[in-house]
């Protein structure tokens, strides 16, 4: 994946009120085709000190902030740590994605403790995620006619086909194309359409509505049957490990300001 981001995303970990155990880059610039346009979606991981979450006074579980920087929308999303955990221990592939994004903005042995966990919080159940999301994606499409979530549909099926499959997540579209037999031939072409502008319709040429109908049922029933033959397990095997990881930060954390 060939991906140009701004150099002045390193700079946004240390202006945050509690720097972040981890940074990436998530959205379609993970996805592998962001467009001229496209926002810089950044995901990641906050500590609370000890006193905001056993006190009465709780400090927040999740930050949200958006602005502009030199032109370029940014998205900022961090979870605490104990919440972000709970979630992967979930069959959430957001935050899997997230977490073992390549697009790495700021990192810690924390983050390196919880990517070692992640293949432990892998289960058969995320197929559930992503047929899900592909379902509400596609839907977005025959209303909108848009591009974007089109690619969306393509992407979150042809991710949990390979994840099902081989227990690897790979999220990017122009990899997950060359990896599986049946991706459909035309998706380098609406990549490419899609970089020139976020929102744009189908480029001209591409295939009708009953065609991608067909590859979208097609490759839905592929990830259904990938689910039911994989050899994952049903239930995460990390619990242990990442408790013990909230718990030891937690209170590295609380002796380092004593």
């Known amino acids: 994946m060939t991906v140009t981001l701004p150099a002045w995303l390193a700079e946004i970990p240390a202006e945050q009120a509690a720097p972040p155990a981890f940074v990436t880059v998530s959205g379609a610039h993970l996805y592998g085709f962001p467009s001229a346009d496209s926002d810089v979606d950044l995901?990641?991981?906050h500590v609370l000190p000890m006193e905001q979450v056993v006190?009465?006074?709780?400090g927040e579980e999740t930050v949200t902030r958006s602005w502009t920087r030199h032109g370029v929308e940014?998205?900022?999303?961090?979870?605490?740590?104990?919440?972000?955990c709970h979630l992967l221990l979930r069959r959430n592939g957001y935050v899997l994605e997230q977490l073992l994004s390549p697009?790495?903005?700021?990192t810690s042995p924390v983050h390196r403790e919880m990517v070692a966990a992640a293949p432990g919080c892998l289960t058969r159940h995320h197929a559930h995620h992503y047929l899900g999301f592909a379902r509400t994606q596609w839907r977005l499409f025959e209303r909108s006619g848009e591009l974007k979530?089109?690619?969306?549909?393509?992407?979150?099926?042809?991710?949990?086909?390979h994840l099902m499959r081989t227990g690897v997540l790979v999220a990017d579209l122009t990899l997950l194309t060359g990896l599986i037999a049946g991706a459909p031939p035309y998706l380098a072409d609406l990549m490419a359409a899609k970089r020139s502008a976020e929102h744009g319709p189908t480029p001209p040429g591409a295939p009708g509505a009953a065609r991608l109908a067909h590859d979208v049922a097609r490759l839905t029933a592929e990830l259904e049957e990938a689910r039911d033959a994989s050899r994952l397990p049903d239930a995460a095997t990390s619990a242990e490990v990442l408790n013990d990881l909230v718990v030891r930060t937690r209170l590295s954390a609380r002796a380092s300001r004593a």
């Open 43 to 45: 995901r990641g991981v």
């Open 55 to 58: 006190g009465l006074r709780t």
């Open 74 to 84: 940014v998205d900022l999303v961090t979870h605490d740590l104990a919440k972000f």
């Open 103 to 106: 697009l790495v903005v700021a």
């Open 149 to 161: 979530p089109l690619l969306y549909t393509f992407r979150v099926l042809l991710t949990g086909i």
